[in-house]
Protein backbone atom coordinates (compact mmCIF):
# COMPACT_ATOMS: atom_id res chain seq x y z
CA UNK A 1 0.00 0.00 0.00
CA UNK A 2 1.43 3.37 -0.67
CA UNK A 3 1.68 5.73 1.37
CA UNK A 4 -0.68 9.02 0.14
CA UNK A 5 1.22 12.09 1.61
CA UNK A 6 -1.05 14.47 -0.69
CA UNK A 7 -4.00 13.32 1.20
CA UNK A 8 -3.21 15.32 4.41
CA UNK A 9 -1.13 17.80 3.08
CA UNK A 10 -2.02 18.93 -0.32
CA UNK A 11 0.51 21.40 -0.04
CA UNK A 12 3.50 18.88 -0.04
CA UNK A 13 5.69 19.40 -2.93
CA UNK A 14 8.00 16.16 -2.44
CA UNK A 15 8.67 13.72 -0.20
CA UNK A 16 11.21 11.00 0.23
CA UNK A 17 10.79 7.60 -0.55
CA UNK A 18 11.35 4.11 -1.67
CA UNK A 19 11.37 2.08 -4.91
CA UNK A 20 9.54 -1.04 -4.13
CA UNK A 21 8.61 -2.07 -7.43
CA UNK A 22 9.11 -1.24 -11.43
CA UNK A 23 8.40 -2.66 -14.52
CA UNK A 24 9.02 -0.74 -18.30
CA UNK A 25 5.54 1.03 -17.60
CA UNK A 26 5.58 2.04 -13.89
CA UNK A 27 7.17 2.74 -10.63
CA UNK A 28 5.86 2.06 -6.99
CA UNK A 29 6.69 3.99 -4.16
CA UNK A 30 5.89 3.29 -0.60
CA UNK A 31 4.96 7.04 -0.14
CA UNK A 32 3.94 9.74 -2.88
CA UNK A 33 3.10 13.33 -3.21
CA UNK A 34 2.06 12.18 -6.65
CA UNK A 35 -2.22 12.69 -6.59
CA UNK A 36 -3.13 9.85 -8.87
CA UNK A 37 -5.58 10.03 -11.53
CA UNK A 38 -9.39 9.98 -10.68
CA UNK A 39 -12.69 11.32 -9.28
CA UNK A 40 -12.06 13.79 -12.62
CA UNK A 41 -8.89 15.37 -11.22
CA UNK A 42 -5.88 14.33 -13.68
CA UNK A 43 -3.01 12.81 -11.93
CA UNK A 44 -0.07 14.38 -10.93
CA UNK A 45 2.98 14.98 -13.66
CA UNK A 46 6.96 15.93 -12.14
CA UNK A 47 9.83 13.51 -11.43
CA UNK A 48 11.65 11.48 -9.34
CA UNK A 49 15.01 12.49 -8.13
CA UNK A 50 17.78 10.06 -7.08
CA UNK A 51 20.54 10.29 -4.51
CA UNK A 52 23.00 10.51 -7.34
CA UNK A 53 21.08 13.99 -8.97
CA UNK A 54 19.46 11.94 -11.48
CA UNK A 55 15.83 12.34 -12.32
CA UNK A 56 13.23 10.21 -14.20
CA UNK A 57 10.02 12.31 -15.35
CA UNK A 58 6.58 11.43 -14.36
CA UNK A 59 4.30 11.96 -16.98
CA UNK A 60 1.11 10.45 -15.36
CA UNK A 61 -0.18 9.02 -12.36
CA UNK A 62 -2.67 6.19 -11.87
CA UNK A 63 -4.19 3.97 -9.29
CA UNK A 64 -3.61 -0.03 -8.94
CA UNK A 65 -5.70 -0.89 -6.27
CA UNK A 66 -3.84 0.54 -2.54
CA UNK A 67 -1.07 1.35 -5.00
CA UNK A 68 -0.31 4.47 -6.86
CA UNK A 69 1.68 4.01 -10.46
CA UNK A 70 4.03 6.10 -11.88
CA UNK A 71 4.21 6.17 -15.51
CA UNK A 72 7.75 7.19 -16.30
CA UNK A 73 8.24 9.14 -19.91
CA UNK A 74 9.47 7.64 -23.23
CA UNK A 75 13.51 8.39 -22.56
CA UNK A 76 13.24 7.59 -18.29
CA UNK A 77 16.31 5.71 -17.38
CA UNK A 78 14.16 3.82 -14.43
CA UNK A 79 15.28 3.10 -10.73
CA UNK A 80 15.56 -0.01 -9.36
CA UNK A 81 13.29 -1.35 -6.56
CA UNK A 82 14.77 -0.64 -2.94
CA UNK A 83 16.69 2.61 -4.44
CA UNK A 84 16.13 5.86 -2.51
CA UNK A 85 14.17 8.53 -3.91
CA UNK A 86 12.64 12.26 -3.91
CA UNK A 87 9.60 12.95 -5.56
CA UNK A 88 9.01 15.61 -6.54
CA UNK A 89 5.32 17.41 -8.41
CA UNK A 90 4.79 19.82 -11.36
CA UNK A 91 3.28 22.16 -8.26
CA UNK A 92 2.31 24.91 -10.33
CA UNK A 93 0.24 22.50 -12.65
CA UNK A 94 -1.05 20.37 -9.25
CA UNK A 95 -2.05 23.82 -7.33
CA UNK A 96 -4.30 25.27 -10.98
CA UNK A 97 -6.17 21.71 -10.38
CA UNK A 98 -6.37 22.37 -6.81
CA UNK A 99 -7.56 25.84 -7.65
CA UNK A 100 -10.25 24.36 -10.16
CA UNK A 101 -11.01 21.49 -8.46
CA UNK A 102 -12.01 23.88 -5.50
CA UNK A 103 -13.87 26.13 -7.15
CA UNK A 104 -16.23 22.83 -8.47
CA UNK A 105 -17.12 22.03 -5.11
CA UNK A 106 -18.17 26.34 -4.71
CA UNK A 107 -20.40 25.13 -7.75
CA UNK A 108 -22.37 22.54 -6.37
CA UNK A 109 -23.14 24.02 -3.95
CA UNK A 110 -25.06 26.80 -6.00
CA UNK A 111 -26.73 24.76 -8.18
CA UNK A 112 -29.66 22.24 -6.85
CA UNK A 113 -29.33 19.82 -8.55
CA UNK A 114 -27.29 15.63 -8.60
CA UNK A 115 -23.99 16.06 -9.79
CA UNK A 116 -23.43 13.45 -12.85
CA UNK A 117 -20.18 13.96 -14.13
CA UNK A 118 -17.24 16.12 -13.98
CA UNK A 119 -13.33 16.89 -15.02
CA UNK A 120 -10.89 19.12 -13.69
CA UNK A 121 -8.84 21.09 -15.61
CA UNK A 122 -6.15 23.58 -15.66
CA UNK A 123 -8.03 26.09 -17.53
CA UNK A 124 -11.43 24.95 -17.70
CA UNK A 125 -13.35 22.46 -15.74
CA UNK A 126 -16.91 21.41 -15.93
CA UNK A 127 -20.01 19.77 -13.72
CA UNK A 128 -22.32 18.03 -15.40
CA UNK A 129 -26.22 18.40 -13.51
CA UNK A 130 -29.51 16.43 -13.47
CA UNK A 131 -32.04 19.58 -14.01
CA UNK A 132 -34.96 19.80 -16.03
CA UNK A 133 -35.37 22.39 -18.99
CA UNK A 134 -34.64 25.26 -17.26
CA UNK A 135 -32.70 28.32 -18.29
CA UNK A 136 -29.38 29.25 -15.79
CA UNK A 137 -27.99 32.51 -15.64
CA UNK A 138 -24.37 32.93 -16.25
CA UNK A 139 -24.02 36.54 -15.07
CA UNK A 140 -25.60 35.43 -11.14
CA UNK A 141 -23.60 32.53 -11.69
CA UNK A 142 -20.48 33.99 -11.77
CA UNK A 143 -21.35 36.28 -9.40
CA UNK A 144 -22.41 34.36 -6.60
CA UNK A 145 -18.79 31.94 -7.18
CA UNK A 146 -16.42 35.03 -6.92
CA UNK A 147 -18.81 36.02 -4.24
CA UNK A 148 -17.84 32.42 -2.00
CA UNK A 149 -14.24 33.12 -2.76
CA UNK A 150 -14.01 36.39 -2.14
CA UNK A 151 -15.32 35.19 1.66
CA UNK A 152 -12.18 33.64 2.26
CA UNK A 153 -13.47 30.69 3.64
CA UNK A 154 -11.85 28.11 5.36
CA UNK A 155 -11.21 24.60 3.28
CA UNK A 156 -10.95 21.53 5.36
CA UNK A 157 -10.99 17.72 5.92
CA UNK A 158 -12.35 15.08 8.19
CA UNK A 159 -12.71 11.57 8.35
CA UNK A 160 -16.20 9.10 8.97
CA UNK A 161 -16.96 5.63 8.86
CA UNK A 162 -18.33 4.37 5.97
CA UNK A 163 -21.46 3.29 8.08
CA UNK A 164 -21.93 7.00 9.23
CA UNK A 165 -21.48 8.18 5.15
CA UNK A 166 -23.75 5.04 4.42
CA UNK A 167 -26.44 6.39 6.93
CA UNK A 168 -25.81 10.14 5.54
CA UNK A 169 -25.85 9.91 1.97
CA UNK A 170 -27.06 13.28 0.77
CA UNK A 171 -22.54 13.50 1.35
CA UNK A 172 -21.93 12.50 -1.87
CA UNK A 173 -22.69 14.64 -4.37
CA UNK A 174 -21.22 12.98 -7.52
CA UNK A 175 -23.19 10.47 -8.77
CA UNK A 176 -21.02 8.99 -11.71
CA UNK A 177 -18.25 8.72 -9.19
CA UNK A 178 -17.51 7.08 -5.40
CA UNK A 179 -15.50 8.34 -3.14
CA UNK A 180 -12.61 6.41 -2.05
CA UNK A 181 -13.24 3.39 0.25
CA UNK A 182 -11.87 0.40 1.22
CA UNK A 183 -9.75 1.57 4.80
CA UNK A 184 -13.13 1.77 6.35
CA UNK A 185 -13.07 5.52 6.73
CA UNK A 186 -14.04 7.97 3.89
CA UNK A 187 -12.60 11.56 4.19
CA UNK A 188 -15.15 14.60 3.69
CA UNK A 189 -14.27 18.14 2.43
CA UNK A 190 -15.84 21.38 3.84
CA UNK A 191 -15.77 24.48 3.02
CA UNK A 192 -17.00 26.18 6.15
CA UNK A 193 -20.52 27.70 5.98
CA UNK A 194 -20.69 26.77 2.32
CA UNK A 195 -20.73 22.75 1.53
CA UNK A 196 -19.48 19.29 2.58
CA UNK A 197 -19.35 16.32 0.47
CA UNK A 198 -17.28 13.27 0.19
CA UNK A 199 -14.25 13.79 -2.05
CA UNK A 200 -10.50 12.37 -2.52
CA UNK A 201 -9.49 15.12 -4.51
CA UNK A 202 -6.83 17.90 -3.60
CA UNK A 203 -7.70 21.21 -2.43
CA UNK A 204 -6.91 24.49 -1.55
CA UNK A 205 -7.23 26.09 1.98
CA UNK A 206 -8.89 28.81 1.86
CA UNK A 207 -11.08 30.06 -1.05
CA UNK A 208 -9.57 33.09 -1.37
CA UNK A 209 -7.04 31.17 -2.92
CA UNK A 210 -9.23 30.21 -5.71
CA UNK A 211 -8.93 33.75 -7.83
CA UNK A 212 -11.42 34.97 -9.76
CA UNK A 213 -14.13 32.94 -11.84
CA UNK A 214 -16.38 32.77 -14.89
CA UNK A 215 -19.03 30.60 -16.00
CA UNK A 216 -18.24 29.84 -19.32
CA UNK A 217 -20.70 27.83 -21.78
CA UNK A 218 -23.73 26.31 -20.47
CA UNK A 219 -24.46 23.08 -22.50
CA UNK A 220 -27.74 20.99 -22.86
CA UNK A 221 -26.38 17.17 -22.89
CA UNK A 222 -29.71 15.66 -22.48
CA UNK A 223 -33.30 16.33 -20.89
CA UNK A 224 -31.89 16.02 -17.66
CA UNK A 225 -28.39 17.13 -17.94
CA UNK A 226 -26.77 20.54 -17.91
CA UNK A 227 -23.40 21.05 -18.22
CA UNK A 228 -22.03 24.30 -17.06
CA UNK A 229 -18.50 24.99 -18.04
CA UNK A 230 -16.17 27.07 -15.21
CA UNK A 231 -13.20 29.07 -16.46
CA UNK A 232 -10.31 29.71 -13.82
CA UNK A 233 -8.73 32.75 -14.74
CA UNK A 234 -5.50 34.45 -13.75
CA UNK A 235 -7.29 37.88 -13.68
CA UNK A 236 -10.23 39.87 -12.94
CA UNK A 237 -11.93 40.41 -16.15
Known amino acids: ?27 RLDRTVFYARGGGQPGDIGWLEGTDGSRVGIGDTIKDGDDVLHIPTESASL ?8 AIIDWPRRYRLMRSHSALHLL ?30 KKALTEALNRLVAGDHQVSACWISDAELDAQPELIKTMSVAPPRGAGRVRLIEVAGIDIQACGGTHISRTVEIGHLRIGKIENKGRHNRRINLVLMDKKQ
Open 1 to 27: MTELVFRDDAYAQRCKARVTGVDKRSI
Open 108 to 137: SSLVDGAVTGGSVGLEKSRLDFDLPDISLD
Open 79 to 86: PTAGDAVT
